[in-house]
């Protein structure tokens, strides 16, 4: 008879003990060679609030955050008021976890969804082993969590599409809006668009209602956070950032020498940068609702407060910059959308946070993600490195999709599964070229569990018609 965990999951105790051993042996030895847990980023990271407000102001700071969706600075100051003095080490076993049940996630996924033996655990090893997981495993921010919340989410949709029980939405749309609430790139309208795919899908069924009324809710809650945006500091957005990361995008090589346009400065400099473009106490408005992260322009002795109240009206002059420009060199902003979405496929240890961490495991991340950053000096050489690096993960999604859309015109019908999965990874990919300047193949990673959903499709799809073929041919 099947265990319980085999029959709750799909997952056989063989293939829980060869996950678990090879996760313990592999994160030893990257630990042996030195890597660990970024603890600085707590006190060096622009998204989160100051140390201080974490411990001891949390929910006052979370409230008048601008800059940032709440979840996240939630989860650590939770975690720092908890743990103490033994917050490293409990932010390092945490993340670990969220690797491990990503991995079971993604199998339980690929098990329902490939008629394969051997290709749901293959693919569940290859990211378990990725150079890039164990980088973002170490890394103190979101990215891996951000995946957890859509395995999560993904796999309610399939017990949803099997049950065809409403109440599993619940577990759909409930991540989904955590994932709102956690990193501002998914924004309010991302969230609508699965609710409309399935009301219109399920518009002659009898759940169409609890349908509608569940989506509206989360859609209201994410809702909410805009709405206090808007009602505190004018911005119907979960974060006021948007014209300063746009316009790291739209500048880039750009050389701008008038000291009289905003774009001279660097985006998200420090705010008595800006000097000459905002009044003499910018954030005056906001005095007394939360001195500490509005008002000072360093945080944790050291680091610059990107959330000072000064930076609403610069990303808002930023912004008005950037259409500018567009407005008047649309091919110099073009070509850095093309650049964008070539590193969007780039690999994911290019990303600039974990450079430091791949080197140490460079001869494993370059024959693993193809990395041939690590054998390129100099400026001109590292851009052609990371054009050549993209190409086989460029190659591989194109051909996938190219597959699914086919499958998807033949037979006029296509799962809501697979169907989310595209909606997703598009929308990374159109809004990270748009919008950010190398820093997108980050964004395309937390999405990579669910990419290779559809690739282990593809590949069962073409072993299974090969052996067909085989057999008549007998």
């Given at each position: ?374 054998l390129a000096e100099g400026k001109q050489e590292r851009r052609i490195a990371l054009t050549l ?10 051909l996938v999709f190219l597959v699914i859309i086919r499958n998807w015109m033949q037979k006029k ?62």
């Open positions: 008879m099947k265990g319980t965990f085999e029959k709750n999951t799909g997952i056989t105790g063989r293939e829980a003990g060869l996950i678990l051993l090879l996760f313990v042996i592999s994160r030893i030895i990257i630990r042996i060679i030195g890597i660990e847990m970024d603890y600085q980023a707590l006190y060096r990271n622009w998204q989160y609030l100051s140390v201080d407000t974490l411990h001891h102001d949390l929910l006052q700071g979370i409230w008048y955050d601008h800059t940032q969706p709440p979840l996240f600075n939630l989860l650590l100051g939770a975690v720092l008021k908890i743990s103490g003095t033994s917050a490293p080490l409990v932010f390092s076993l945490f993340f670990k976890l969220i690797t491990l049940l990503n991995v079971f996630l993604l199998l339980r996924l690929l098990k329902e969804n490939t008629n394969h033996k051997n290709i749901p655990l293959l693919f569940s090893l290859i990211y378990l082993l990725s150079p890039a997981t164990m980088l973002f495993e170490n890394e103190l921010f979101y990215t891996s969590f951000i995946t957890l919340l859509l395995l999560l989410s993904c796999n309610y949709l399939l017990q949803y599409r099997v049950s065809g029980k409403p109440g599993k939405l619940l577990g759909f749309f409930l991540p989904l809006a955590l994932i709102c609430l956690t990193r501002s790139m998914y924004h309010l309208a991302w969230l609508l668009i699965p609710w409309l795919f399935l009301f219109v899908s399920s518009r002659k069924q009898k759940s169409t209602r609890k349908i509608l009324l569940t989506g509206l809710f989360f859609i209201a809650v994410v809702a909410g956070w805009y709405i206090k945006n808007y009602m505190i500091f004018g911005s119907f957005t979960s974060s006021t950032w948007g014209g300063m990361n746009i316009a790291r995008n739209v500048f880039h090589d750009a050389v701008i020498s008038d000291t009289g346009r905003i774009a001279s400065i660097e985006p998200f400099s420090k705010i008595s940068a800006y000097k000459n473009f905002l009044p003499p106490d910018p954030a005056a408005t906001f005095k007394g609702l939360n001195d500490r992260d509005l008002l000072q322009e360093m945080k944790n002795d050291s680091f610059i407060n990107e959330k000072h109240a000064g930076y609403i009206d610069i990303s808002r002059q930023y912004m008005q910059a950037s259409k500018q420009h567009i407005r008047d060199h649309p091919g110099a902003y073009l070509k850095n959308v093309v650049q964008s979405a070539i590193i969007f496929f780039a690999p994911a240890t290019r990303y600039p946070v974990n450079e430091a961490q791949a080197r140490k495991i460079k001869y494993y991340d370059l024959l693993y993600s193809f990395n041939l950053s690590h690096s993209a190409l086989p993960k460029f190659i591989i999604y194109l019908q296509i799962t809501l599964l697979h169907l989310f999965i595209i909606y997703t990874i598009g929308y990374i990919f159109c809004i990270s070229s748009l919008f950010e300047h190398y820093e997108n193949m980050r964004f395309r990673y937390e999405a990579e569990p669910l990419f290779l959903v559809l690739a282990a499709g593809v590949l069962t799809e073409w072993i299974n018609k090969r052996s067909n073929k085989k057999k008549q041919a007998i």
